[in-house]
Structure formats: C-alpha cells, structure tokens
C-alpha cells in the first residue's frame, strides 16, 4: 500500500512507520522509496509501563535502540521522524534524554504522542514547553503531537500542543483510528483557520476539500459520520431552533462561525 502511494502521489511528504527494528527500518524504506519527497517515521516505548511489560526491556537498551534506529533510518533518507511511545506517560528528564539523543543521531522531527489519551489538554501543552525548554538541540527538529481520543480530548490536546510551539500535528480524517481514535484532522484544520486570532498560524490546506474527503473517507472504510460531527456532520451547518433560523435568515454570523462553503459543504 504504502509503495503504491509512494508511486502515484506527488507533492506532500509520504511517511512509512517503522518499529525501532532493524528490519522493520529496512523494509518501510523499501516501500518509500519511490516517493518523490520520503520520510521514514520510527518509534519505540518509552513509559516505564510499556518497557517493562510490552518490551521487557530497560530504559538504556530502549535510548540505544531508538539512536541505532534513527542512525539507520537516516542513512536511507535524509528525513527522518522520531515517537517516544506513549510519551505522556514517560519520566520527563528521561524523555528528554531520549529526544536529546535521538535528534542527535539524525531526527528532523520528533514527536510526542498521547498514545493512550491519558493527558489533560493543559498538562500536555506544558509537557511540548517543557521538552522546548529543556532538550538542548530541540532547535533542530520540529516538535510534532499524535493524540489520541480516549477521553475525548485529542483535538483540544493538539490545539494546545500548537499553542506551546508544536508544529506538526498528526490525526485522521472522521477522527478514526485505535480505539476512540486519534485527533479528527477536520476539527484541528479548522480550529486553526477559525481561530488564527489566538494560534497566530495556519495549515496551508485547502479547506474546500475537507467535506468530500470525510464522504470518501467514511465511504471507503464503512464507518458513517455521526450526524452532529463537527464540522463533516450533517448537522453541523443546520439550523432547527426558530431563534437559530431567524438570526441566520438575517445575518449568517449570528449562528455560523464557519461559512459552509469553506469545508466544502
């Protein structure tokens, strides 16, 4: 799948994720590497709990792996991603040893997920300042956030991580993804568009297509869009109550943070 879309996308960057196993590195860049901008994307645990029980291994073998990994990585292309996994949940003096080092041995990007959808959005903007605050070369990666939605929080968490200096923001379109899911890329696109007044940044996206992708994306994978979805529901630009309707019929802002018509709808 991933050399398929490698051949016939052209444009953005194209990532393969990868273990922080050897072969696994070798083989994400087999798919990759007929993209036309390559990126190989590797990630190991790094919370006590998951090295304990998940890997069975220790703190120092994991920072050695992630460097030799990355160190591989970067031999095949020059961009490279690096995930502390489950890093919410990550002693943070270690976590920044482990960013530290990885970013040291050839990482462009480094990113911090909310594997389990364990952090307030609050706590985990100060965990993306406190890694800028304290990882000596963080000035030589972006920081990037992957948020999942256990609690449903994803979307708030990235927004807040974006706030903090975080420049990459990983999710799905229909927030799927594990469990309750990963970040709803649709929300995220266009909280930022809508609020750039606080965010001071945009994404660049063409918003127009966000409608359509959703249908696509629900029409491939059989998962329907709830109806009052933001944003891609079929509610979301629907008006029911009368004092709704007659505040619209005469000034569309009174109800519509959005125009319709920027998501495509």
Known sequence: ??????AQVRGPKIASLARCVPDDVDSAWEAIKGAERPRIHVFISSSDVQIMHQ?????EQVLETAVACVEQAKRYCDDVEFSPMDATRTDIEYLYELLEATIEAGANTVNIPDTVGYAMPWEF????????????NIDRAVVSVHCHNDLGLSVASSLAAVQAGARQVEGCINGLGERAGNASLEEVIM??????????????IDTRQIYRTSRLVSDVTGFPVQPNKAIVGANAFRHASGIHQDGVLKERTTFEIMDPQSVGW
């Open 1 to 6: 799948a991933v050399s398929e879309i490698s």
């Open 55 to 59: 890997l069975r291994s220790n703190p």
């Open 125 to 136: 903007a100060q965990r993306i300042t406190d890694i800028r605050r304290n990882v000596p």
């Open 191 to 204: 909280s930022i568009e809508t609020r750039r007044d606080i965010l001071g940044v945009s994404t660049g």
